[in-house]
């Protein structure tokens, strides 16, 4: 099993930000030949990349390779229960990464088509927005 460890961030702790967006960059299926594709915009955590890799390479059975596209680089803070207000910004206790509609999350090279839709469906039932397969070439009937 691996474990995602955040990038180091020159600061340790970020603001909310903007979370309706469209992606400026990663639109396009660069590596594989199949790509899950997300039609919303929205957070995903490292749990939830972590899971949704884990389902992909469950159905996928180690033929043809996986590219994961995000990496959660975001810390997200948290005030613990019953605790008075003030006292600055609460501790980090989870990474995210904001993803824009158009952003491709996952590539998939190396298997049939049928396999990659199946494995892609498993995986966004993992993730939090909505998502949609695309392949790279366009004779391929997608």
């Known amino acids: 099993m691996t474990i995602l460890k955040p990038r180091i961030t ?3 702790k970020s603001f909310r930000g903007r979370t309706k967006m469209r992606s400026k960059a990663g639109c ?4 594989g030949t199949y790509g ?3 039609m919303d915009s ?6 939830q990349i972590e899971s ?4 992909i390479s469950k159905i996928i059975k180690r033929v043809g390779k996986l590219w994961i596209r995000i990496f959660p680089n975001i810390p997200i803070t948290k005030k613990p229960i019953e605790v008075r207000m003030g006292r600055g910004k609460g501790e980090v206790y ?3 990464f904001k ?7 996952f590539e998939l090279q190396g298997t049939t088509e049928a396999v990659a839709r199946t494995a892609f469906r498993a995986a966004s039932y993992k993730l939090g927005i909505n998502t ?3 392949c790279k070439i366009s004779d391929l009937t997608c």
Do not use: Q
């Open 10 to 12: 020159k600061y340790k």
């Open 28 to 31: 396009l299926i660069e590596f």
């Open 36 to 38: 899950l594709r997300a």
């Open 42 to 47: 929205g957070r995903i955590n490292g749990k």
């Open 52 to 55: 949704a890799r884990i389902a």
């Open 94 to 96: 989870d990474w995210i």
């Open 99 to 105: 993803v824009g509609v158009g952003r491709i999350i």
């Open 132 to 134: 949609s397969f695309v």
